[in-house]
């Protein structure tokens, strides 16, 4: 077994260990990432690149307060890895909307936002919007639209330029990143753990920190976590380039900073599935041209699925291992908007729960009582 030369191991390569990782090191801790295969199932390679508060947390406090943390952290967060990396992550908070061409749709979402904002005070605001009063504004929205909310505190990033800061952020500081390293196994050694990985390698680690999204569920399972994650495919469409830039931004369709539109919103529980379909590709078509009637003209030049990291409850886990208390469970759907306080708060709780409080109601201890999780 290979020298634990590192305090810290993150399993898991991705935003969210990356960000996890960042954190730890400019906390003056030594770490190392052990980063899957590229054939493994990547949530950071095919998201949708939100930095979204709308709609988050509506019937979980604790949760809009996390991401209303996260998304006023994220101005200073892009700065930093800007300054440490040279690599600007494009954040753009310009506001957001949502969409509805349903009417009921529309009235349940807009319900929703009231428990937010009974939530957050002062903290959230929002508006919404009757279907003619927005195509006043923007008179590009099809007729079909009913209508729409807003929140100006929604933005988005690239998140391929953000994985590619967070990766040269870790280096910078002195982490090390180990590539093709997909954890199989691990076990208890000497006061720490053995883990040994699919090409035969054989490493150990003082502190472990399970990051590795649809890969955690085996793991965490021999390190005592009842956590279990499953996966939700989303389905996205990109198209050209285009010389114009969209009116808006929408959780469903955003013009990312190079010019192409991206679209999407599908959720499907399809298992490890990751394959796109021509259903789902043709109804994400239909909503963008309902939505916006111009984008008929244009060419779609590729597709893809994805899988969403999904907790049995949809929101994060954040939970010390019952069996071994130097192993962390760090894992969410949301790893792009929460990427500030994964880099910031975390780094806290793992040393001492206490340092962090409000973390306590992202504990697993909340399934105990359910067979989903």
Known sequence: MA?????????????????????????????????GSDGDFRASQGNFGLVWLQG??????????????????????????????????????????????????FADFSAALERQRAHLGNRFSHEIIDGDDLRRAHPRIGPDVVGATFCALDGHVNPLRLLRALRSAVV????????????TDVATAGG???????????????RIVLCAGLGSSPLA????????????????LITEKLGSRLPFLSSTIRQVDEGGVQIGG??????????????????????????????????????????RVMTPDGYPVYARSPRHSG??????????????LH???????????????????????????????
Request: with cysteine; proline share 5%; hydrophobic share 45%.
């Open 56 to 105: 988050k947390g509506a019937d979980f406090a604790a949760y809009a307060e996390l991401t209303r943390d996260a998304v006023a952290a994220w101005p200073g967060f892009a700065a930093m890895l800007g300054e440490l990396t040279g690599v600007d992550p494009a954040l753009d908070p310009c506001g957001g909307y949502e969409f509805f061409t349903d009417p009921a749709e």
């Open 221 to 236: 399972e021999r390190l005592g976590f009842a956590t279990r994650v499953r996966p939700q495919r989303g389905e996205l």
């Open 3 to 35: 020298s634990r030369a590192t305090q810290f191991t993150i399993i898991g390569g991705g935003v969210v260990g990356l960000s996890v990782a960042l954190g730890l090191l400019q906390a003056g801790r030594r770490v190392t990432v052990l980063d």
């Open 266 to 307: 599908t959720k499907a529980d399809a298992g490890p599935d990751d394959r796109e379909s021509l259903g789902q590709m043709a109804g994400l078509a239909r909503h963008a041209v309902r939505v916006l009637p111009a984008l008929a003209d244009v060419r779609v030049v590729r597709a893809w699925g994805a899988l």
């Open 172 to 183: 910078t500081l002195g982490g090390r990143i180990v590539t093709d390293a997909a954890v």
């Open 343 to 373: 880099a910031g708060i975390l780094t806290a709780w793992i040393d001492d729960p206490s340092r962090a409080p409000g973390l306590e109601a992202f504990d697993e201890d909340r399934f105990a009582l359910s067979e989903a999780a």
């Open 327 to 340: 192993a962390c469970l760090v894992t969410c759907h949301s790893g792009i908007t929460l990427a500030p």
């Open 192 to 206: 720490g753990f053995a883990l040994s990985l699919r090409d035969g390698r054989h490493l150990g680690a003082d």
